[in-house]
T-cell receptor, first 112, second 116 residues
Framework: DQQVKQNSPSLSVQEGRISILNCDYT??????FLWYKKYPAEGPTFLIS?????DKNEDGRFTVFLNKSAKHLSLHIVPSQPGDSAVYFC???????????FGTGTRLKVLA | GAGVSQSPSNKVTEKGKDVELRCDPI?????LYWYRQSLGQGLEFLIY????????KSGLPSDRFSAERTGGSVSTLTIQRTQQEDSAVYLC??????????????FGPGTRLTVL
């Protein structure tokens, strides 16, 4: 049973346009959500997070939106740059625990 | 270096052999985690340490897998009698404490294990 789902395995976007990566979850106990970015042959690096008490968190070009009723979150990258090309993982946790549940990732390719 | 380090970066072994994977967490981080990423899959939780104790070993796939952590720092993941399905990237992460918000896990570069 996959509690965190990223249904798009890949996404291609033109440089300068918006990239939207989506993530769905099933466990209503999750109250903290994170996005990690992974380049080949490197470990995932933390990008941005959001608590369930918010519906939006912004950090520079990156914004995460959370829709609790739909159990859906999305990562927006504006404007997209070629260096953003990577695999993006969504993760969710019940902050009272330690365990992150990761999605299967979305490979973003930003075309120059 | 201030990040999480793992060794070796690549390991090729024959089916049936034992392997040891090492993780050096960020200094001062009390929590340490092991994950596995198989081809086309997400990160699968294996085990977590708080200090030298492993309160949750539920993610270990079989009794061929074990892990220990000494001195609240370095951790070793051991896979005995490796099988081809063990082939994956094994990732280690650490965090200041376990759980909570604004307490992100920092990942190492991983060890790519190939079992022939």
């Amino acid at each position: 049973d996959q509690q965190v789902k990223q249904n798009s395995p890949s996404l291609s976007v033109q440089e300068g346009r918006i990239s939207i990566l989506n993530c769905d979850y099933t466990n209503s106990m999750f109250d903290y959500f994170l996005w990690y970015k992974k380049y080949p042959a490197e470990g995932p690096t933390f990008l941005i997070s959001i608590s369930s008490i918010k519906d939006k968190n912004e950090d520079g070009r990156f914004t995460v939106f959370l829709n609790k009723s739909a159990k859906h979150l999305s990562l927006h990258i504006v404007p997209s740059q070629p260096g953003d090309s990577a695999v993006y993982f969504c993760a969710a946790t019940d902050s009272g625990t330690y365990k992150y549940i990761f999605g299967t990732g979305t490979r973003l390719k930003v075309l120059a | 270096g201030a990040g999480v380090s793992q060794s070796p970066s690549n390991k090729v072994t024959e089916k049936g052999k034992d392997v040891e994977l090492r993780c050096d967490p960020i200094s001062g981080h009390t929590a340490l985690y092991w994950y596995r990423q198989s081809l086309g899959q997400g990160l699968e939780f294996l085990i977590y340490f708080q200090g030298n104790s492993a309160p949750d070993k539920s993610g270990l796939p079989s009794d061929r897998f074990s892990a220990e952590r000494t001195g609240g720092s370095v951790s070793t993941l051991t896979i005995q009698r490796t099988q081809q399905e063990d082939s994956a990237v094994y990732l280690c992460a650490s965090s200041l404490i376990a759980g909570g918000k604004n307490n992100e896990q920092f990942f190492g570069p991983g060890t790519r294990l190939t079992v022939l």
